[in-house]
T-cell receptor, first 109, second 114 residues
């Protein structure tokens, strides 16, 4: 079955760019997602990318997909303290989401 | 358009009691998904339902757990005879029938078993 892996922690300074990485195993995933979870809250869908795309940009967010290496990344430009959260990548084989374990992003002023 | 609603937000149960978690999907959404987040872990899929039908329950524990999504009313995740290991955050998501790739999550129910 699908397996999704992420690094657990990332610390950046305010104003820097953050890059959160994810690898997945199921090459049949048609969509790949990034969700954000703030402490004590639910998950917020940030963005998703179709598997026939290499890149998607949405304001400060850039998603890069390398299908050959099965690697997905989320870049946050001009990172702010409000971006501190846990970020999950996920892939959906057949409607149910399979999540990575989450990357905790810490933004220092 | 209200988002996905879950209640209660926090639920405390003693070992052996029953827990009932409710999820009201976004307006117009006919598909509901339940996920569990154990402490310090990511989310794990439990079950995927549409009204009056379970589509995929491959993530549900074999015993004590059940889910339904009736024609009227919210989806219910029911845990019988709770044990300490059931303590977790339970999240519900919903989607349109034709957009199962776009799931929106509720705020979660945090279950604590004492």
């Amino acid at each position: 079955g699908e397996d999704v892996e992420q690094s657990l922690f990332l610390s950046v300074r305010e104003g820097d760019s953050s890059v959160i990485n994810c690898t997945y195993t199921d090459s049949s995933s048609t969509y790949l997602y990034w969700y954000k979870q703030e402490p004590g809250a639910g998950l917020q869908l940030l963005t998703y990318i179709f598997s026939n795309m290499d890149m998607k940009q949405d304001q400060r967010l850039t998603v890069l997909l390398n299908k050959k290496d099965k690697h997905l990344s989320l870049r946050i430009a001009d990172t702010q303290t409000g971006d501190s959260a846990i970020y999950f990548c996920a892939g959906p084989p057949g409607g149910k989401l399979i999540f990575g374990q989450g990357t905790e992003l810490s933004v220092k002023p | 358009n209200a988002g996905v609603m879950q209640n209660p937000r926090h639920l405390v149960r003693r070992r052996g009691q029953e827990a009932r978690l409710r999820c009201s999907p976004m307006k117009g959404h006919s598909h509901v998904y339940w996920y569990r987040q154990l402490p310090e872990e990511g989310l794990k899929f439990m079950v995927y339902l549409q009204k009056e039908n379970i589509i995929d329950e491959s993530g549900m524990p074999k015993e004590r757990f059940s889910a339904e999504f009736p024609k009227e009313g919210p989806s219910i995740l029911r845990i019988q005879q709770v044990v300490r290991g059931d303590s977790a955050a339970y999240f519900c998501a919903s989607s349109l029938r034709e957009k199962v790739y776009e799931q929106y999550f509720g705020p979660g129910t945090r279950l604590t078993v004492t």
